[in-house]
């Protein structure tokens, strides 16, 4: 074996190719399988954030309740879940969707989130915002700057709760982005997966029963997620996720009357058309050298997977002269990690 650097392709290179009737199968559930009324849409995977499909993704439009999945993913990050928060007057009877919260009483960070996912309490999100950053505007920074972290510029929050303003707006893409990075969250996972909770109710003899809005959940298989929305501006606004297979999809529509039925419909489509591939492995040794009569084992620590259709073929590269692993689809360089190294 050579001692200079190299190119070595690894061992077990992904390729899909089926035949031709598959793909024409495909081809055509591309063509009619993806649609939607929707005035702006996307289906994007989870962990790769590949599209895989689009409707005036980047146009920017009010969104709604829909906000709040960037207001939870917020709060996790500033925000302990067993913080104690007390519900101060300027929470309290705030217009739309509301827990009933009442000035003086105090629930957990992870009640008012399970009220502010469930319900879409807009009280929930004004008392979550002000234990945060302490005013509306400071939270609404806040959000912005999740969304900067996230690679996101076609979008701007003004509140927590997506009650109509001209200056609040997303994209479809971007909406998508942010659920999904909100979905690497455990905690987040947990709360929008939640058909129904219990959260208390200081004062009453009874607690308060929170029954999700999300209809999903209970009418299709693998459904996890994430938030309904609704405003005379924005209209039906929905966000959904479904998990099969190991693909975790995720579906965003925004101004869509059957907005239940057109993310079922591009789930299905999701699903029939893409299935989830490792181009590599955890740890997976992908090179080696012998230098000065060592042996070197390249290894890459980090494990990629990728949703491929009918057609596409996906392998991966070592470039060892950049001590990276390169991804490609078809001929198009998707992904690069770094090499680790392994002396012996």
Do not use: W
């Not at 966000?239 to 190991?246: D, I, R, W, Y």
């Amino acid at each position: 074996m050579k001692r200079s650097l190299f190119y070595v392709s690894l061992v077990a290179a992904l390729c899909i190719c089926l035949g031709l009737a598959v793909m024409t199968t495909f081809a055509h559930a591309e063509t009619t399988a993806f649609t939607t009324s929707a005035q702006s849409a996307i289906v994007m995977e989870q962990s790769s954030r590949r599209v895989l499909f689009s409707k005036n993704a980047d146009e920017h439009l009010p969104m709604a309740s829909t906000t709040k999945i960037v207001t939870a993913l917020t709060v996790l990050n500033h925000a302990a879940l067993d913080d104690v928060v007390e519900v101060g007057k300027q929470a309290v009877g705030i217009e739309g969707s509301s827990i009933y919260l009442r000035e003086g009483e105090h629930l957990t960070v992870k009640e008012l989130l399970l009220g502010l996912m469930l319900r879409s309490g807009n009280d929930s999100a004004v008392a979550l915002a002000l234990h945060v950053a302490g005013s509306i505007e400071a939270f609404a920074e806040l959000m912005n700057q999740t969304a900067l972290e996230n690679g996101c510029k076609d979008c701007h929050f003004v509140n927590p709760h997506g009650l109509h303003d001209g200056e609040h707006y997303t994209s479809a893409h971007d909406l998508a982005i942010l659920t999904c990075a909100a979905l690497e969250n455990a905690s987040f996972r947990e709360i929008v997966s939640a058909k129904t909770a219990r959260i208390s109710n200081e004062g009453m003899e009874y607690d308060r029963l929170l029954v999700n809005k999300n209809k999903l959940l209970a009418s299709y298989f693998g459904a996890d997620g994430v938030k309904t929305g609704y405003t005379k501006k924005a209209g039906r606004c929905f966000v959904g996720s479904a998990t099969q297979n190991g693909m975790q999809v995720v579906v965003v529509v925004l101004n869509c009357g059957p907005m239940f039925e057109d993310t079922a419909k591009m789930l299905d489509a999701a699903f029939a058309e893409y299935n989830l591939q490792t181009a590599i492995p955890i740890n997976k040794v992908c090179g080696r050298q012998n230098k000065n009569g060592k042996d070197i084992y390249y290894y890459c620590r980090e494990r990629f997977v990728y949703p491929v259709k009918s057609g596409e073929c996906l392998t991966a590269k070592v470039n060892l002269e950049k001590l990276c692993v390169e991804v490609y689809l078809n001929e198009t360089k998707i992904k690069a990690l770094p090499l680790s190294i392994l002396e012996i």
